[in-house]
């Protein structure tokens, strides 16, 4: 079991998502930086839905009660492991009784946590990615018990990955949207001319834009919508669904974020500079 002391701020276990669901209602959920944690798991030679532990903005406090080998990527939260600062992207073993701890956030918004085998937490639906109220759980609370597998011998055929760093990448690709050409001039020009910032009201179902540009009142049917469609309302707010999102909505749906552009999205935090740009 991995032991959690002390939870952190939003701490939860994520896979690639609930798929084949959004036609009853259900979001997809899954890893908000789902190529963070994907890289965690081939580097630990995980199947690539192996289920991880998405930490964002502060870390928990975790102590490991049978030997295994874990790896760490996306947010810069200074991870140490008993006395010794980790690296992202490398594979290190722990053993029973190691103590896992995070300190000041540098860089990013959402770390994850891959381990050997994966976590072996509850399977609903498909997925053991939390969401409630299709999980039990919101987030992981302090003093719960994780299960793992026990793995003391792995000799990793690549032990570390020196990646392109995406936290520094504030260009948002998106491409458009159903209701794209329902868009004036000016209201194409502020979208890709101007810097926006990431409002206070930023979670994993939605992003919304500080910066307003000029509204969209249109009567339309509540319609679909995916993890990264950004919707104009009539008061000229962009919200941005994210791996939690709504399936449907009644907006108008602008653009699309690609799955890279959603990565880099989920990795901004309130206040930070992003711009749109067309593919």
Sequence with gaps: MLKVVKAGFFTTIQDKGRIGYLNKGVPVSGSMDGNAALVCNQLLENDPNAAVIEI??????????????ICMGGAEISPILNDTLLENYKVYKVNSGDM???????KGFRAYLAIKNGFKSEEVLGSKSFYYPITTEKKIASRANI???KCS?????LNALRLQNILDENVILVSR????????????????????????ENNRM????????EGLSYSM???ATLPGTIQLTPSGKLIILMKDGQTTGGYPR????????????AQKKYGDKVFFKLE
């Design 100 to 106: 896992l701890s995070y300190g000041r956030l540098k």
């Design 221 to 223: 049917l509540t319609s």
């Design 147 to 149: 299960p793992y597998e």
């Design 206 to 213: 939605a992003y919304q834009i500080k910066e307003n540009i």
């Design 254 to 265: 602008i653009l699309q974020l690609s799955d890279e552009a959603i990565c880099i999205l």
């Design 177 to 200: 949207g159903p209701e794209f050409n329902l868009l004036n001039d000016g209201q194409l020009t502020a979208l890709f001319s101007k810097e926006f910032s990431i409002a206070k």
């Design 56 to 69: 964002t903005m502060t870390g928990p406090i975790l102590e490991f009660t049978i030997d295994t080998y």
């Design 153 to 157: 011998n792995f000799s990793p055929k």
